[in-house]
């Protein structure tokens, strides 16, 4: 796909001598590569990038925005209250880790910046999760199946999780009670992107010892606002939780 990145269109039998490739490999490379939307045949058995490589740039570009722009988010929310502030993206039933600005403290996490930890076990996982697609959550997570746990506290049942999604979507945010770290809560929000889909989540994580629901009242309303913020640079006009 490089080669038909530089010159394009190329026929088959050009890129075999480029690739020094058998032509036989290259054909049944090319039909599988069409037939995933990736090439396009641009006739005269000639081959040109097909749409799917467009769909991948944007997407690629749109995940580079959003780490670029989270990252001035997450710096802004931690700014005001001290605390780890991180950004993450769902991945199936993960998160993935785009964006951690640390606590002024020493605080112990989990997660680091490129990690994974399983999406029902987070803050951010949940915040992401309460949002998708209802056949996409039955899909991913069926009733009456057990989940990993990392805590006492870990949601340990398809049924728990599916309860505690609901109350996201009710209340905005979602809650990490101490369930991927014993000695860490986590309360995040959803971050969307321009059409109003939840694209990430946000959230800010504070030890045991410094956690109280005062504290938990005020943490809960910056992130919130800390994904508005995010939200509505990335494009999102009006922002609904």
Not at 16 to 37: F, S
Not at 144 to 170: C, F, I, K, N, Y
């Amino acid at each position: 796909m490089t080669l038909l990145g530089r010159q394009s269109p190329l026929a088959a039998p050009a890129i075999a001598a480029a690739l020094d490739l058998p032509r036989t490999t290259v054909h049944e490379l090319l039909k599988t590569l069409e037939a995933r939307g990736f090439i396009d045949d641009a006739g005269g058995s000639s081959y040109r990038l097909g749409m799917r490589i467009f769909e991948l740039g944007r997407s690629f570009e749109r995940d580079l925005d959003l780490v670029e722009i989270g990252k001035r988010g997450a710096e802004a929310v931690a700014a005001e209250c001290g605390e780890t502030v991180q950004i993450a993206l769902l991945d199936q039933t993960d998160v993935v880790y785009v964006v951690q600005v640390s606590s002024i403290h020493a605080v112990q996490l989990v997660s680091r910046l490129g990690g994974r930890l399983p999406a029902h076990l987070t803050g951010v996982g949940k915040a992401s999760l309460a949002f998708q697609p209802g056949p996409v959550l039955q899909e991913l997570y069926p009733p009456g199946r057990p989940l990993q746990t990392m805590t006492p506290a870990s949601l340990a049942t398809t049924d728990a999780l599916h309860s505690a999604l609901e109350q996201v979507r009710a209340d905005g945010v979602a809650w990490d009670n101490c369930e991927s770290n014993p000695d860490v809560y986590c309360v995040a929000a959803p971050i969307r992107d321009a059409s109003g889909r939840v694209v990430a989540g946000m959230s800010i994580s504070v030890p045991v010892h410094r956690w109280n629901d005062v504290h938990a009242e005020e943490l809960r309303t910056l992130v919130i606002k800390g994904a508005q913020d995010v939200s509505a640079k990335l494009g999102l006009a009006a922002y609904t939780a």
